[in-house]
């Protein structure tokens, strides 16, 4: 085994705008970012220019490699400022690569890929349908309000999202996997379920007087098991159904006219929180939600929109340029300031890795000083492994820190300096273990980013491979040096570990990496988790924000123990990084905190399971989040604002009442607002 200073063969130019996970995912750890047994893979690619406008080269060129005929031959004027298309993966790697479409990405800010689908999931080019626009279910009214919900396993069969009459709430869903029969318009992948199809399948799925909601799922596609893949709308709870319940979720008898719009995130997304980019598919799914609302209120109308996305990621530059939050903030900004426009707000949790040991910050005091970072790589872990070390903005080029990785058997690299153009490489019979690149991200932070990927600690090798043949990573403690070059001691370093665990409901793959730092005390003597930070310490609990949370216009929710009133141990918060030329933060954490628990002991809250009638209890930020945005929806029906300020007001008016001590601004934002419960709390736990 050893390291090796490598010269990659991408040009600089592609090479300044691809997300450096890309390049991991299309060389070493192709096999990891691939679909298990899936022979034709189409992988979603997200775009972002740097002009207002294409420019015809760069249209040509984006024409050429996507090789769409329904695309134009002439660019659009008033294109969003991103772009997602499928591509298949060797013609992914080909765009990257090859010569011919450098001025391509020159004219771009950014290039994300996304976990694969299946080409059958795919729309053919040429074969898009011209089905007519999606109206109106019935009559617009003041209190008409769209709730859209981005999550996984969504129940649309179930009692709480119907109407007195017995048809659905729900206007329609976008499956983002699965068979491409009914593709929306304006999209490329997976199929839509509208309304019609919803209230024809409860009509007719019945055994005497039941609904028979199995095989409802079965016949829509969603839990068809002559079908290959995850069908989280067959278990008994699944992460959409309880924070839809939270969001939207109503008696029939009571339902307020708040009309549901649902996307479906893949099962490979979902599982897989370990680096590939859910970015393509939560941006085209909330420009969904945006395109759906808007057909429904018809022509020159609009209707106010909360749409609830609970998902986080632990890496990330946490100054409010992640690729989601870019996209989430231009979609929220054209909408919410185009005259005659109706609000939209997007809803977003705090994370729950807070106690994590996920995040260091680093600052030197003169150079040649030195900081090791011990990261535990754990054993038996089936996914790669991901630590992002960020550099603070550089006024002018040049090398103020290096980095060098030590391994578990003490193989020690050769430095890895900022704005290297060379990569680390740690092999064992031609297989990269390890491989650690710096990337400069100039034109969103204007910050540099050291990565470091790693293979699986172990693999399930098939019947036919008595042998270990696939790479594994050796687990244990992998010391990073960083060596100041040249930062002031008001200069931090940050580093973050990506998020490595299962979703609820899923099989666990990954385990989390953390930084097994000494002085970092994990307990009290009391024996109780310990949730403020030691100063001697570089690992961190503040900062510990979900990486998707920082953005300008989205409004963020940390979680509460609704008996003891005060954050769970798990529920994080800022600070966030100050971006590159800004004068001050445009927010500290998140905006508020609501119910997550019901208690130390009765972990959790109440909400619906897949099936009608079914109550679960689940607990983090991500069930917080909903709780506000079920708040919102009543706010935006009564004709009144529903934006970060509202939320600001009612924490801070609910916080007035509340016994002390009140939360750090940072873990707490405005305050504790405790929600009533969404379920009767004659349900006994």
Same mark, same amino acid.
């Given at each position: 085994m050893a390291w090796k200073r490598v010269q990659p063969r991408i040009d600089p130019i592609p090479r300044s705008v691809v997300d450096p996970y890309s390049y991991w995912a299309l060389g070493p750890g192709l096999q990891d970012f691939r679909l298990p047994s899936v022979a034709e893979q189409s992988v979603p690619v997200l775009l972002r220019r740097k002009a207002a406008s294409w420019d015809e080269e760069s249209w040509a060129l984006w024409r050429?490699?996507? #090789?769409?005929?329904?695309?134009?031959?002439?660019?659009?004027?008033?294109?969003?400022?991103?772009?997602?298309?499928? !591509?298949?993966?060797?013609?992914?790697?080909?765009?990257?690569?090859?010569?011919? /479409?450098?001025?391509?990405?020159?004219?771009?800010?950014?290039?994300? !890929?996304?976990?694969?689908?299946?080409?059958?999931?795919?729309?053919?080019?040429?074969?898009?349908?011209?089905r007519p626009l999606h109206s109106a279910s019935q009559t617009i009214t003041s209190g008409t309000v769209i709730i859209g919900i981005i999550d996984d396993g969504i129940p649309f069969a179930h009692e709480r999202f119907r109407k007195p009459d017995g048809s659905t709430r729900v206007e329609s869903v976008w499956v983002q996997h699965?068979?491409?029969?009914?593709?929306?318009? &304006?999209? +490329?992948?997976?199929?839509?379920?509208?309304?019609? #199809?919803? +209230?024809? $399948?409860?009509?007719?799925?019945r055994k005497g007087?039941?609904? +028979?909601?199995? #095989?409802?799922?079965?016949?829509?596609?969603?839990?068809?098991?002559? $079908?290959?893949?995850?069908?989280?709308?067959?278990?008994?709870?699944?992460?959409?159904?309880?924070?839809?319940? $939270?969001?939207? &979720?109503? =008696?029939?008898? #009571?339902?307020? +006219?708040?009309? @549901? @719009?649902?996307?479906? $995130?893949?099962?490979?997304?979902?599982?897989?929180?370990?680096?590939?980019? !859910?970015?393509?598919?939560?941006?085209?799914?909330?420009?969904?939600? *945006?395109?759906?609302?808007?057909? @429904?209120?018809?022509?020159?109308?609009?209707?106010?929109?909360?749409?609830? /996305?609970?998902? &986080?990621?632990?890496?990330?530059?946490?100054?409010?340029t992640h690729a989601i939050e870019l996209a989430f903030d231009d979609i929220l900004r054209e909408l919410n300031t185009t005259h005659g426009n109706k609000p939209m707000r997007v809803v977003i949790p705090s994370g729950n890795s807070h106690l994590a040991r996920a995040h260091p910050t680093v600052s030197f005091q003169a150079a040649g000083d030195e900081t090791v970072l011990p990261l535990r790589l754990l054993p038996d872990d089936l996914t790669p492994s991901f630590v992002e070390i960020w550099l603070p903005p550089a006024a002018a080029k040049g090398n103020r820190v290096e980095l060098t990785i030590a391994t578990p058997q003490g193989d020690v690299s050769p430095p890895l300096q900022e704005n290297d153009s060379f990569i680390l490489q740690y092999e064992l019979a031609d297989n990269v273990l390890c491989e650690a690149r710096y990337h400069?991200?100039?034109?969103?932070?204007? *910050?540099?980013? /050291? !990565?470091?990927?790693?293979?699986?600690?172990?693999? @399930?090798?098939?019947?036919?491979?008595?042998?270990?043949? =696939?790479?594994?990573?050796p687990a244990g403690l992998w010391n990073l040096t960083l060596k100041n070059q040249g930062l002031s001691p008001q200069e931090a370093i940050e580093g973050w570990v990506q998020r490595d665990d299962a979703p609820v409901g899923y099989r666990r793959q990954g385990r989390q990496a953390y930084f097994d730092v000494p002085s970092y005390e994990i307990y009290g003597h009391d024996g109780r988790p310990l949730e403020e930070d030691d100063p001697a310490s570089p690992v961190k609990r503040a900062g510990s924000i979900n990486a998707i949370a920082t953005g300008k216009n989205t409004i963020v929710i940390g979680g509460l123990l609704r008996k003891e009133l005060r954050p769970p141990v798990y529920s994080a918060g800022g600070p966030i990084t100050k971006p590159a030329g800004a004068t001050s933060l445009h927010r500290c954490g998140p905006d508020a905190l609501t119910v997550s628990d019901d208690s130390i002991v009765q972990s959790g809250v109440l909400a619906a399971g897949t099936r009608s009638g079914s109550v679960v209890a689940m607990n983090g930020t991500s069930v917080a989040a909903p709780l506000i945005t079920r708040w919102i929806a009543g706010e935006l029906a009564a004709g009144r604002r529903g934006n970060r300020r509202a939320v600001w007001k009612l924490a801070y008016d609910k916080e007035t009442a509340l016994p002390p001590p009140e939360p750090s601004l940072g873990r707490g934002g405005a305050g504790r607002a405790p929600l009533p419960r969404v379920r009767p709390s004659k349900i006994q736990r």
């Open positions: 050429d490699a996507v #090789e769409d005929p329904d695309m134009p031959e002439q660019p659009p004027r008033d294109a969003e400022p991103f772009d997602v298309r499928f !591509l298949p993966l060797t013609k992914t790697l080909r765009l990257i690569e090859h010569w011919k /479409f450098r001025r391509f990405f020159q004219t771009l800010e950014r290039f994300t !890929l996304g976990p694969p689908l299946p080409s059958s999931s795919v729309a053919l080019s040429g074969s898009k349908g011209t699965g068979a491409a029969v009914n593709v929306p318009i &304006g999209f +490329d992948n997976g199929f839509e379920i509208p309304k019609t #199809e919803i +209230d024809n $399948l409860l009509a007719t799925c007087n039941f609904i +028979d909601e199995d #095989e409802i799922y079965r016949r829509a596609g969603v839990a068809d098991f002559a $079908l290959e893949g995850r069908k989280s709308q067959a278990w008994r709870a699944s992460h959409g159904a309880h924070v839809m319940d $939270l969001a939207c &979720g109503w =008696d029939p008898d #009571e339902a307020p +006219d708040w009309r @549901i @719009i649902c996307v479906q $995130l893949p099962t490979a997304t979902t599982a897989n929180s370990s680096g590939a980019s !859910l970015a393509p598919y939560a941006v085209k799914g909330l420009e969904y939600i *945006r395109n759906m609302a808007q057909a @429904i209120a018809g022509p020159g109308q609009s209707l106010p929109i909360v749409v609830n /996305f609970s998902y &986080g990621l632990l890496a990330g530059p946490h100054d409010g400069f991200f100039s034109a969103s932070s204007a *910050r540099g980013m /050291f !990565l470091i990927s790693m293979q699986p600690t172990m693999r @399930i090798e098939s019947e036919n491979s008595p042998v270990p043949t =696939d790479p594994v990573a």
